[in-house]
Nanobody, 124 residues
């Protein structure tokens, strides 16, 4: 099973920005999804990118504020988050799927491996 590590979370004021990074040794072979879970809420898929980087998707609530990208040379997938809102407060997880070569999805059961998560807190 792929070992994923997320980084980049933290405490940020409303309107601020963060870059979350997901890394693993062979990340380039996998489609990647970013999910989040706020206290008392169900896990939500927010974005995904195919293994080739050609397909990207976002949930409606983050369109225009979140940008997903992958760096083949570094074996990483980044999630840039701008215009942060208190409602974005959550633990953010990245997950890897072996079957998302030319497409992607934020359907959680389609992902094989999960990271431990990184906390994002948006507060003044």
């Amino acid at each position: 099973q792929l070992q994923l590590v997320e980084s980049g979370g933290g405490l940020v004021q409303p309107g601020g920005s963060l870059r979350l990074t997901c890394t693993a040794s062979t990340l380039n072979l996998y489609g990647i999804g970013w999910f989040r879970q706020a206290p008392g809420k169900e896990r939500e898929g927010v974005s995904c990118i195919s293994s080739r980087g050609t397909v990207k998707k976002y949930v409606d609530s983050v369109k225009g504020r979140f940008t997903i990208s992958r760096d083949i040379a570094k074996n990483t997938v980044d999630l840039d988050i701008n215009s942060l809102e208190p409602e974005d407060t959550a633990v953010y997880y990245c997950a890897a799927s072996r079957v998302m070569r030319n497409h992607c999805s934020t359907d959680a059961p389609k992902f094989d491996s999960w990271g431990q998560g990184t906390q994002v807190t948006v507060s003044s």
